[in-house]
């Protein structure tokens, strides 16, 4: 009599070879859950930081205000003759410039007499003053508001009681020379080319580039 093979036996080892191969490829109930814990605290964690951030990324810019710097730029271009010194004054944010000088008012003629006499005279700006071909010399200093508010009247007052010209006497290096005086700057001698008086004004200043006037 044939003995049949007891199939019983296999099936528990099929079973138990597929528990085995379950445990190996699925994790367990704690495993999951502790990577669940994980999730939910990174979840947590960039949710907390955003609603950290977002104020700062709505906060309003804190407005500057529009204060300067002004300045006053003692400057020299080439001319005919000596050449023509000159002041630019304006505030740096702005493109606009305003030119003060003293010349001769008219033609030739106007210059040559004012060698001998004094002729009327222009305080504003001159044919060249704004192109920087002609400039020679350079000398920018800087002022807060209040001071470029003195300085800038000062300026205008210049110009206006100021009618004549004059080459030896009441010249343009005079006229810029009164205005260094009041900003409290060493002033050199004044009778010389334009060129080398700004030069020198810049020189003998140091190169200063900031001016604070004295308290009226």
Known sequence: MTNKPDRSGF????????AAMAACTMPSASAHEANKRVADANALATTDSSSRQAPQSTRRPVAR???GPYYVD??????ASWGHAFVWYGKTSERAV???GLT?????LSYVLGHLTWVPS??????????????TASYRVYLNEADAKRVFAYIKKLQASSPVWNAETTNCTGFIGDIAEYMG????????????????????????????LSAE
């Open 65 to 67: 205000a529009e204060k």
């Open 122 to 135: 222009e305080t504003g700006a001159s044919y060249g003053d704004l192109d920087p071909d002609y400039l």
């Open 98 to 100: 305003e030119v003060a």
């Open 104 to 108: 001769p008012k008219g033609d030739t």
């Open 11 to 18: 099936c528990i080892l099929a079973g138990l070879a597929l």
């Open 185 to 212: 700057l060493k002033v050199p001698y004044r009778w010389q080319r334009p060129e080398n008086f700004v030069n020198s004004l810049k020189d003998i200043n140091g190169g200063r580039q900031m001016v604070r």
């Open 74 to 79: 003692f400057r020299a271009r080439t001319a």
